[in-house]
């Protein structure tokens, strides 16, 4: 699900249109289940954010989002939310603060260690369970890969 809703990218990734999604389930302008979208990945569905609304951290935070989850909790065994940077809104404190866990995902040469601390502190403030970290974009060095069959 792209929750992401000032700076939405799962439909560009996917190659799928947001002209509904999300937003258009929270302003009750679409049924959920018309607006997930099939992936080109196996056991994959897009639930793509929708036009950009002007007031993102109100949808995030109303009732409408709390309907939508527990709907696609009976849909799906996992429900995976995109959401901006913890430390540039306060957007993803409000959806981690919806769902079971989360995993912090950070860029390798862009995050500094600092901010990435401090986005974990501001996660943990909002009761979230941190399930981990996902380093994206390390450049692997082949040459000191062991592996042992």
Same mark, same amino acid.
């Given at each position: ?20 999604? !999300?937003?258009?389930? @929270?302003?009750? =302008? ?50 995976? @939310? ?13 959806? /981690?603060? =919806? ?18 601390? =401090?986005? =974990?502190? &501001? !996660?943990?403030?909002?009761?979230? /369970?941190?399930?981990?970290?996902? &380093? ?14």
């Amino acid at each position: 699900m792209d929750a992401d809703l000032r700076k939405p990218s799962i439909h560009y990734a996917f190659n799928i249109s947001n002209i509904h999604g !999300l937003t258009s389930v @929270f302003t009750k =302008k679409m049924d959920l289940r018309k607006t997930i979208s099939n992936s080109n990945v196996s056991n994959l569905d897009i639930l793509t954010s929708g036009p950009i609304p002007p007031n993102p951290s109100e949808l995030l935070n109303s009732k409408a989002i709390e309907t939508a989850i527990n709907e696609l909790k009976g849909i799906y065994d996992y429900i995976i @939310f995109d959401t901006p940077p913890v430390l540039v809104v306060t957007d993803s404190q409000i959806v /981690a603060n =919806k769902c079971d866990g989360v995993i912090m995902v950070v860029a390798s040469g862009k995050t500094n260690k600092h901010s990435a601390v =401090k986005a =974990k502190e &501001l !996660l943990e403030k909002a009761n979230t /369970a941190l399930l981990g970290v996902v &380093l994206n974009g390390m450049e692997s060095d082949t040459s000191n890969y062991y592996y042992e069959s």
